[in-house]
């Protein structure tokens, strides 16, 4: 049997790979967007928030790492079909894909409206599937064919998160598009893996807790962080490296995986 020997230095690098990252301007994907960056891949920070995108271009430009900001609003296979096209024309390939953009709410069956449950569908559901669509082709036509997929779910897609009824719908639908598409594609060389976090400590949450806790911010994110195992909830930053590693040539035998990454909470 031959050792492979690694270099230390080369692991987790992402030289010479485009990735495009949707919901790139703050959060999970912001974070996603600054370390594919620094660790060598040029990346297409996509966000339908103009100064959210153009904001993590400039810091990965100021770093001295390759970013081109395009708007994208992923509700739009227009929009997604475009962000790939311009994407491709500047780097000539597609290499990864980060199905990062979503939207929350709060509400068990009969608090979800017929227009709340659209909207979270539509962005969720419908961004994941236009986006996907808009890279599969590109993967599928480029030479050398192939790329990596990476939705970030969550685990109120795996088990029950009380009064997340179409939150939950649409990420176990998140869950479901990865596994199809990894087995659809994967003697393509197109793998696709999906991230389930737990309750993770950015905008998302803050625009939660202003929106159902106005008035008990703190006492709502302090209950927050005491229901997580750890004892707090998750940052960003510590989500970004799974995506890392699942982008990467070191995960080529990882397709169609549920990683999940929150505290510990779904092992109660």
């Known amino acids: 049997m031959t050792t492979r020997w690694v270099e230390a230095t080369a692991v987790f690098r992402l030289d010479g790979k485009s990735a495009l990252v949707t919901g790139a301007g703050s959060g999970i994907g912001r974070e996603i967007a600054l370390l594919f960056a620094k660790q060598g891949a040029t990346v297409a920070v996509t966000d339908i928030n103009d100064d959210g995108r153009n904001v993590v271009a400039d810091e990965i430009s100021q770093a001295g790492g390759n970013a081109i900001p395009i708007a994208l609003d992923v509700t739009s296979l227009d929009d997604a079909n475009a962000a790939v096209t311009d994407f491709v024309n500047a780097t000539g390939r597609l290499d990864i894909l980060v199905n990062n953009a979503g939207i929350g709410m709060v509400g068990n069956l009969v608090e979800t409206s017929p227009d709340d449950f659209a909207r979270l569908v539509a962005v969720n559901i419908y961004g994941v599937y236009h986006c996907s669509l808009a890279a599969v082709k590109q993967m599928l036509g480029q030479e050398p064919k192939g790329g990596s997929i ?3 779910a969550s685990i109120a897609g795996q088990v029950a998160v009380l009064r997340r009824f179409a939150y939950g719908a649409t ?5 479901s598009m990865t596994q199809s598409m990894a087995m659809d594609f994967v003697g393509q060389d197109i793998r696709c893996n ?8 950015s905008p998302f949450v803050e625009a939660y807790l202003n929106t159902y806790h106005a008035g008990e911010i703190e006492e709502a994110r302090a209950q927050l962080h005491t229901r997580q195992p750890l ?6 930053d510590e989500i970004a490296p799974l995506a890392l590693y699942l982008a990467g040539d070191e995960a080529s035998y990882v397709t169609g995986a549920q990683m999940t990454i929150d505290g510990g909470l779904t092992a109660r």
């Open 150 to 152: 990476v939705n970030i």
């Open 171 to 175: 990420k176990g639908a998140v869950i």
């Open 194 to 201: 999906c991230i389930c976090p737990g309750t993770v400590e």
């Open 231 to 236: 004892g707090r909830m998750g940052r960003p």
